[in-house]
């Protein structure tokens, strides 16, 4: 079983910035064979896809909508995955999920086919 905390959720005000952290433990099946993702789901919305970069790292995928503001990363030493989120905006206020996928699970842009997912950390972005 893998288990995923997240941290780094709070409040900020528009433009600002913030860094999210997950970290896995337990069996992660070689953190390095994992692709790894953050989701974010609003008030009242279906959880939806923001981002996810590949167990080498070199394939990474954003949402249209967070293209050129936010950047995901990893450290398979620590077994860790980060987001890093710039010049926030209101719409971005979300609670963040961060899932890890086995090999070969299928895409990455489908929430269905994310085999573990952490709590959840709020990010709240005032205007």
């Known amino acids: 079983q893998v288990q995923l905390v997240e941290s780094g959720g709070g409040l900020v005000q528009a433009g600002g910035s913030l860094r999210l952290s997950c970290a896995a433990s337990?069996?992660?099946?070689?953190?390095?064979?994992?692709?790894w993702g953050w989701f974010r789901q609003a008030l009242g919305k279906e959880r939806q896809f923001v981002a996810a970069?590949?167990?080498?790292?070199?394939?990474?995928f954003y949402t249209r909508s967070v293209k050129g503001r936010f950047t995901i990363s990893r450290d398979n030493a620590k077994n860790t995955v980060y987001l890093q989120m710039n010049s926030l905006k209101p719409e971005d206020t979300a609670v963040y999920y961060c899932?890890?996928?086995?090999?070969?699970?299928?895409?990455?842009?489908?929430?269905?086919?994310?085999?573990?997912w952490g709590q959840g950390t709020q990010v709240t972005v005032s205007s």
């Open positions: 337990g069996r992660t099946f070689g953190s390095n064979d994992m692709g």
């Open positions: 970069i590949s167990w080498s790292g070199s394939n990474i």
């Open positions: 899932a890890g996928q086995k090999p070969d699970s299928g895409s990455y842009y489908d929430t269905a086919k994310w085999n573990y």
